[in-house]
DNA sequence: AGGTTTTGTATCGTGTGCGATTTAATCTTA
DNA sequence: TAAGATTAAATCGCACACGATACAAAACCT
């Protein structure tokens, strides 16, 4: 425990620079589609569920609205979704796939999978990482 | 292997999550000392080695001189450091740390400590995410 | 019904993060 | 040694990411 600082810089920077590597990753594979990563992130929520409020989609995506409004009007003019007030309560936004989304779907993917696959990456090894970065995740997000 | 695309959704959202939360956790812990979390990664850096130049430090942090330099005119206009052109090759930056981060060098990583033992991080759990995570980030960096 | 509070988005300012380009200094090599 | 290549920083443009603030619509409340 006495030397949690320098354990402690480790860790947090293992995830950091991680996330960064995927990044990048994500970034050479999504680049031909005119996608960043968190767009296709978005895209990945939409494909699951569509028609969701701004909002629903925050959570999902553990973003705020101050990263989420002009990513969505990124997205809005380059085809990919549309916006549409919701009539029942006008504060709401329905977001909602356009065609180009929905075409694009399996040539995106299917461009992910095999990227993901030239990294070779056990099942055990995944699963494994799953799962202890989700409690990881929730023991730091408790702690806020 | 069929279900890898919603494996690796999954995966790679975590990574993305879990840094997320690392940062908001440590934004908080620091916000005191009117630092930034990767502002805070400099600093650890340069308390292990000091004098280094822009360049090594960009290799030591993973980024790059589009990020670093202005990060380091904004700690430098703060106090944390300072830059000194080199004698030996005039291309090169060289940064030191200044008073200020040498003085505040306790109270921050006290801090910084205290905060992250309330997430209650087993050792156990620490090192098999530390191994994992260096697993997983090399075969995803050397993929590109 | 009308005032208050809550809720869902939008907007703003600051700080990363990155690829591409630029500039200046150093190194290479013919 | 002078032209060309390489290297180290700086600069630029774009896209997140987040907290704070603003604003309008809806819900709440006697």
Not at 6 to 19: G, H, I, M, S
Not at 119 to 124: H, Q, T
Request: hydrophobic share 35%; charged share 30%; with cysteine.
């Amino acid at each position: 425990m006495k030397d949690f600082l320098t354990l402690d810089k480790q860790l947090c920077f293992a995830v950091y620079e991680t996330a960064g590597e995927f990044t990048k990753l994500y970034t050479s594979a999504l680049q031909p589609f005119g996608l960043t990563y968190p767009q296709y992130l978005v895209l990945l929520a939409l494909w699951e569920k569509d028609g969701v409020t701004a909002k629903e989609l925050g959570e999902r995506l553990n973003l705020g609205t101050g990263t989420l409004t002009p990513m969505i009007a990124r997205m809005a003019s380059n085809g990919w979704l549309r916006k549409e007030r919701s009539k029942t309560d006008e504060r709401k936004i329905n977001i909602y796939l356009q065609d180009k989304a929905r075409q694009e779907k399996h040539p995106i993917t299917q461009k992910v999978s095999e990227t993901i696959q030239t990294c070779r990456i056990e099942l055990e090894e995944y699963e494994q990482l799953m799962m202890q970065l989700g409690t990881l995740r929730r023991k730091v997000k408790g702690r806020i």
